[in-house]
């Protein structure tokens, strides 16, 4: 039976990699199709955890999906983007929040996929979150009517240099609207079902997360990713920690289905006051160069580098009183409109601005630089049976579950 195809491109956003569609080439598939179609590009699900069988790299940050379309007429915006998560090993695209490091590469696709009036040498696109409902600023270098590619500006963990692409996220708080405190608590006391305690604080700027002082886990958030994974009694506490703060936040009833099906979101971030280290490029990190050190986990994995989104957040818990970010960050850092973030490749620099209202913080806006570049394009070939139904993992015992 020959295969169905998808016109489609291959792009790396930040320090992440995604398949992006044109919503008008999605348009003919109902929602149970493009779902499969996602997961025949990305290459999942794959038990083996490599995603061989498609596009995706095998761990969160390179196994995405972006779906970009017109904006309404008077939405404030000049295109949307829909950020999809996809599980590595079981067959579930979430739709859920949105991606920073993905969100540098939707301008690119949009002037190169001539969705917007192009202007050189800076072409300023506004973008609608479909996902969160949130808009945000991008202003893309081009060169003779299309993106441009080659620049001199460097991301810790992205080999090579590229173009500078500015984004400015406008009140990125309450993605999930409830504010940028969605618990009404700077901090607050989750009881994992082994009956430890912990204090955290959840906070929502961009994507909710939840954050824990590395200290209290007898951990340094100096570990490399490899060594979070592998120390199973500290990346457990990590996710249980995160399934409570989904139950927290209204997104799952308990933790068992908050890991089975509230995977994306919220995700888990622990944080330690600035120590220097040795980072995964072999580079020394001096203290110096950073206000907080974070480690995070993604989909299960620890981030190989930051999330754009959880950096924002990170950025904007800093800046507010009272949360166990702000109790490790240098002091003054969130109040000079700058964080600068440790991660397991680096440094990160967020800008922040955040003001105190009588109802509570209100974040008005976080920024940061990344460069981004299409890697190729062209059109995904879909199995028939991804499309019909009876793909394989539908027909397997251990992934039929998860598959509904």
């Known amino acids: 039976m020959p295969q ?49 069988d498609g596009l995706g790299g095998g761990i969160s940050s390179l196994s995405k999906v972006a779906i970009v379309g017109p904006a309404e007429p008077n939405s404030g915006a000049d295109v949307t983007f829909k950020f999809g998560q996809v599980d590595v090993e079981r067959p579930v695209v979430e739709f859920l929040g949105t991606c920073g490091n993905i969100s540098s590469a939707v301008g690119p696709f949009a002037i190169d996929e001539g969705m917007v009036p192009v202007r050189e040498p800076i072409t300023t696109i506004r973008v609608l979150s479909v996902n969160t409902g949130q808009l945000y600023v991008t202003h893309v270098p081009v060169a003779d009517g299309r993106a441009e590619v080659e620049g001199d500006y460097g991301i810790d963990g992205v080999p090579g240099v590229g173009a500078r692409i500015a984004m400015e996220f406008l009140e990125p708080g309450g993605s999930i609207g409830h504010g940028v405190l969605p618990t009404g608590a700077a901090r607050e006391k989750l009881t994992l079902d082994d009956g430890r305690t912990f204090e955290v604080s959840i906070v929502d700027a961009a ?36 399934d409570q703060a ?77 949360t166990v970010v702000r109790d490790v960050t240098r002091t003054g850092a969130g109040a000079r409109g700058e964080v600068r973030i440790g991660h397991p490749a680096g440094d990160l620099d967020i800008g922040v601005s955040v003001e105190q209202r009588a109802d509570g913080p209100f974040a008005r806006s976080v920024s940061t630089f990344r460069t981004a570049r299409r890697i190729m394009d062209g059109r995904v070939y879909v199995p028939s049976r991804y499309l019909d139904g009876t793909a394989w993992y539908r027909q397997s015992a251990e992934l039929v579950g998860a598959s509904r």
């Open 246 to 322: 989904a139950v927290r936040l209204g997104l799952a009833p308990d933790a068992k289905a908050a890991r089975e099906h509230a995977k994306a979101v919220p995700k888990v971030v622990m944080v330690a006051a600035p120590v220097g280290y040795i980072t995964s490029g072999g580079a020394d990190l001096d203290s110096d160069r950073i206000d907080l050190v974070t480690r995070m986990l993604s989909m299960g994995k620890t981030h190989r580098t930051m999330a754009g989104t959880a950096a924002f957040c990170t950025a904007v818990a800093a800046a507010i009183d009272g």
């Open 207 to 242: 994507n909710p997360m939840v954050f824990v002082r590395a200290s209290d886990l007898s951990a340094t958030a100096t570990e490399t990713p490899e060594a979070i994974d592998a120390d199973m009694a500290l990346h457990g506490t990590l996710e249980a920690i995160r």
């Open 4 to 52: 169905v195809t998808v016109p489609a491109a291959f792009y790396r956003g930040g320090t992440s990699r995604a398949v992006l569609f044109r919503v008008d080439d999605l348009a003919p598939y109902d929602d149970q199709a493009q779902r499969a179609i996602v997961l025949a590009a990305l290459g999942s699900p794959d038990p083996y955890g490599r995603e061989v």
